[in-house]
């Protein structure tokens, strides 16, 4: 029995446990990382179909067509968005989708509902 220092099995040991507790550091910080890069995007969508709703809901005369679709760019990233203007059970009432994606992407990041009334009628 070693009374001086640590032996050289329990030492390899303590590194083995070591690296593997490191390891695991190291890649939930790659996916903080991934993750973080992710909301961003996804908060610049959000932004995208709030500007496409408020500039719906404050139009002097709207005259939407049932699907309008166009392109912003919020920090250098290009979005495209789709407007789609449904009629609802009640009369004079419209329901309102904006669905934004990356530009040349297909899954929605973004998609934001309203109601408008019938000012807004194609």
């Not at 640590?6 to 590194?15: D, I, N, Q, R, Y």
């Amino acid at each position: 029995m070693n009374t001086h220092g640590f032996s050289l099995l329990e030492t390899m040991v303590a590194l083995s446990v070591f690296s593997i507790a490191a390891m695991g550091l190291v890649s939930l910080n790659t996916q903080s990382v991934r993750i973080s890069g992710e909301l961003d995007t996804r908060l610049l969508a959000r932004t995208v179909a709030e500007n496409v709703a408020v500039d719906t809901v404050t139009a002097e005369t709207l005259g939407l067509s049932p699907v309008t679709e166009g392109e912003q760019v919020q920090r250098g990233r290009a979005y495209s968005w789709t407007r789609t203007l449904e009629a609802t059970p009640q009369p004079g009432l419209y329901s309102i989708r904006i669905d934004v994606r990356a530009s040349g992407e297909a899954p929605v990041l973004a998609r934001l509902s309203l109601l408008t009334t019938d000012r807004a009628a194609p």
